[in-house]
């Protein structure tokens, strides 16, 4: 077991899920279609035919779900609100069934002693939104940022802790640029602007969060970071390298962190920004914590046949990839970490997702003895440990996921979760690996006394 005692006494042990890859219910309470509804219809674009139409039926199931978090023993849930429950048609009346819903699980939270951490926007943008031009219309910043302050008004005074986007690099990139997440957008240049619009709309929900909210929140963006390594050491893989750094890691922290987006990538894109005056200081609005998704490195060739970029990956030299393919390389983490704290100065880190998807194999009763898993989390934790012994301000970690879900493209087929879902009768059963987590968290606890 991971020796855990270099963490903080007030270390936040967590868990995570987003609002479309669990709740289902699509049209319960005045909830409208978000992209992802409608990203789900086009023929071929999830695996099997899948759609987050049910999904683990968290909407209804809450009350099991609240038992599976109590029973982890985490100090706090990080969830995601369903923008289009909120503003169905994305602007005009709030939709009170739908923001009743999220008081509830706040509610339920705080009664039990589990922090919220609430995420405003994992994806789900209101199609009535996307109707209008989605994220590369500039007006969709504004949107969320009306969306951000009526979410801080009623939640506000409960609620400290948010996360304005999860991995714009998803959205913007892997939404508008390869299409295999919705909108399913296939061009270089709206993926561009809608990257800007999309820390535009951070920005712009921090000072939103700041106005509205009771209390003073503390306020961070989630990026999904990977470690870069260049295939060789010929000069043009390591010139890939550092054009794909710039695509996946520099592009969102630079803006974030006061640098302005990086020059050498806007010469990559060839796109011009939809910069406005003030733009660049509301980006760089001062957050509170900063978090990290991690899952995997990179490692990365020069290839010509790519366009704009240059670059593709390359299979790693790790023995170990997950059911997604992705390698198993925990000292990413750790070099991510120390990344964010040394050359950004980040005050305050969170890892906001880390996890790993395999094909499980549950018995009749749906246990599931998952060692894959079980080792993915303990390599991960004794990264953190390391990076916190070099002195990186690591305040929490939140596994992911609770349970089984919507993996978006991918379908119901990866399996990311801490506790088994059956999806045909919707029963939770806490896996090897959600057992293992509990006995870390309670190791630390009593550590801390
Ligand atoms: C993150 N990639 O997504 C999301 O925040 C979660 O909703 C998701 O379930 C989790 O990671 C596992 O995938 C990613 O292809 C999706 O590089 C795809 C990638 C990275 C992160």
Not at 217 to 242: H, K, M, W
Request: charged share 20%.
């Amino acid at each position: 077991m991971v020796e855990l005692s270099p963490l903080r006494q007030d270390f936040v042990w967590g868990t995570a899920t987003s609002a479309y890859q669990i709740e289902g219910a699509i049209d319960a309470d005045g909830r409208l279609p978000s992209i992802w509804d409608t990203f789900c219809r086009v023929p071929g674009a999830i695996d099997n035919g899948d759609t987050g139409d049910v999904a683990c039926d968290s909407y209804n199931r809450w009350p099991e779900d609240l038992e599976l978090i109590k029973q982890l023993g985490v100090d706090a849930y990080r969830f995601s609100i369903a923008w289009p429950r909120i503003f169905p048609t994305g602007s005009g009346e709030v939709n009170e069934a739908g923001l009743a819903y999220y008081e509830r699980v706040v509610d339920d939270l705080l009664a039990n002693g589990i922090k919220p951490f609430v995420t405003l926007y994992h994806w789900d943008l209101p199609q009535a939104l996307q109707d209008l031009g989605g994220w590369e219309n500039r007006e969709t910043a504004y949107r969320f940022a009306e969306y951000a302050a009526v979410v801080g008004a009623r939640l506000g005074d409960r609620v400290t802790d948010w996360v304005t986007l999860n991995e714009p690099l998803c959205s913007a990139w892997i939404g508008h640029w390869e299409g295999r997440m919705a909108p399913g957008i296939k061009d270089h240049e709206i993926a561009v602007r809608v990257s800007y619009n999309l820390m535009l709309a951070h920005g712009l929900g921090v000072a939103a969060l700041r106005e509205s909210a009771p209390k003073p929140p503390q306020v961070g963006l989630v990026v999904n970071l990977s470690g870069i390594e260049p295939a060789s050491t010929a000069a043009a893989d390591i010139r890939a390298a550092q054009v794909a750094d710039g695509h996946v890691n520099r592009w969102w922290l630079d803006p974030l962190f006061g640098r302005g987006f990086p020059a050498d990538m806007v010469e990559v894109y060839g796109v011009e920004l939809p910069e406005q005056p003030g733009d660049a200081e509301i980006i760089a609005a001062p957050t509170d914590f900063v978090g990290l998704n991690y899952y995997f490195r990179q490692i990365v060739k020069a290839d010509e046949s790519v366009p704009v970029l240059g670059f593709s990956q390359v299979p790693g030299p790790n023995v170990t990839h997950t059911m997604l393919d992705w390698e198993v390389h925990p000292a990413g983490l750790e070099e991510l970490i120390l990344r964010l704290a040394k050359e950004y100065g980040a005050e305050k880190i969170y890892i906001t997702e880390n996890g790993s998807a395999w094909v499980d194999q549950p018995d009749a009763d749906f246990n599931v003895d998952d060692t894959d898993r079980t080792a993915y989390l303990d390599s991960h934790l004794a990264a953190c440990v390391r990076a916190v012994e070099q002195g990186a301000p690591l305040a929490g970690y939140f596994a992911w996921s609770l349970m089984d879900n919507f993996e978006w493209a991918y379908g119901y087929a990866p399996r990311f979760g801490l506790a088994y879902v059956d999806y045909p009768t919707g029963k939770r059963v806490m896996k090897t690996s959600g057992k293992t987590y509990t006995d870390l968290i309670k190791t630390h606890r009593n550590l801390r006394g």
